[in-house]
């Protein structure tokens, strides 16, 4: 069992930056890459950035490449994503998950644990 707790989320300008951080516990963290998800009102729930195991091997949607990155420390058990240059469309509830495998995946089927999200708002 996985428990998943993320912290971070709020109102920010267009522009501004925002960091999220998961709380992880109850498995060896660093056996689990671990993934961000976002969900908007009326739309799906869709990969935002995961990370391997080892912390060595990030991906990202298109969307936010090269204004989001994702960092894990694997002695605090905590993953972050750091989101610069915030849009009103990142405007979302935020999901932190843990993977089956130490391998960085976007696929939501390799994604066993999910936290409860927290919600980001971006104002134009």
């Known amino acids: 069992q996985v428990q998943l707790v993320e912290s971070g989320g709020g109102l920010v300008q267009a522009g501004g930056p925002l960091r999220l951080s998961c709380a992880a516990s109850?498995?060896?963290?660093?056996?689990?890459?671990m993934g961000w998800f976002r969900q908007a009102p009326g739309k799906e729930r869709e990969f935002v950035a995961a990370i391997s195991g080892s912390g060595d091997y990030t991906i990202f949607t298109d969307s936010v490449k090269g204004r989001f990155t994702i960092s894990r420390d694997n002695a605090k058990n905590m993953v972050y994503l750091q989101m610069n240059s915030l849009k009103p469309e990142d405007t979302a509830v935020y999901y932190c998950?843990?993977?089956?495998?130490?391998?960085?995946?976007?696929?939501?089927?390799?994604?066993?644990?999910w936290g409860q999200g927290t919600q980001v708002t971006v104002s134009s």
């Open positions: 998950a843990a993977a089956r495998s130490r391998v960085a995946t976007s696929r939501v089927v390799m994604y066993g644990y």
């Open positions: 109850g498995r060896t963290f660093s056996s689990s890459a």
